[in-house]
T-cell receptor, first 113, second 112 residues
């Protein structure tokens, strides 16, 4: 299995509070991704990174920001959590974006009350 | 942009029976195609992938998938399912913009 960890694995937070999720990899892969998983929608891309300090938006980026200061860490921040951001969040990594082959972390279940 | 359709939301199959999960995509050229499996409470695990060449690809856990260009399909099959195959399965397509698009998923229930 690819060396990907996510923290925390579970979190409950209140509406309006900021939340940061962490993805850590030990594979030294260049590309990292954040997805959210919701029933009936599969996985939808929030943001991705193609290198340290290089990030771009995915299809559902509103209300989220990311940062990548080191190759191994990719942080996802919910600036002011809303109930619509209750979801399971997955991080993925890829060695080459040309191959499209991605490996996923175990996920973080976030509940916003 | 490409899109991925998994027509079956839920499939129930008896242990030992065969399984086929459908995946259709829309894209002008041949995309990169993947099947992932997600066991309850777990992340996604790559089952198999197709880039080019032989249209029948073998994956892990005894799964195979066949790419049919004429039908824009990439269906997943297993000849004999085990109780441990109960999971959610996702088809994904990579085409043109270096991002994966996922289908909505098919949940497989295995009955004894």
């Amino acid at each position: 299995d690819a060396g990907i960890t996510q923290s925390p694995r579970h979190k409950v937070t209140e509406t309006g509070t900021p939340v940061t999720l962490r993805c850590h990899q030990t594979e030294n892969h260049r590309y990292m991704y954040w997805y959210r998983q919701d029933p009936g929608h599969g996985l939808r891309l929030i943001h991705y990174s193609y290198g340290v300090k290089d990030t771009d938006k995915g299809e559902v980026s509103d209300g989220y920001s990311v940062s990548r200061s080191k190759t191994e860490d990719f942080l996802l921040t919910l600036e002011s959590a809303t109930s619509s951001q209750t979801s399971v969040y997955f991080c993925a990594i890829s060695e080459s974006r040309i191959s499209y082959e991605q490996y996923f972390g175990p996920g973080t279940r976030l509940t916003v009350t | 942009a490409q899109s991925v359709t998994q027509p079956d939301i839920h499939i129930t199959v008896s242990e030992g029976a065969s399984l086929e999960l459908r995946c259709n995509y829309s894209y002008g050229a041949t995309p990169y195609l993947f099947w992932y499996v997600q066991s309850p409470g777990q992340g996604l695990q790559l089952l198999l992938k197709y880039f080019s060449g032989d249209t029948l690809v073998q994956g892990i856990k005894g799964f195979e998938a066949e790419f049919k260009r004429s039908q824009s399909s990439f269906n997943l099959r297993k000849p004999s399912v085990h109780w441990s195959d109960a999971a959610e399965y996702f088809c994904a397509v990579g085409a043109g913009d270096y991002k994966l698009s996922f289908g909505a998923g098919t949940t497989v229930t295995v009955r004894a």
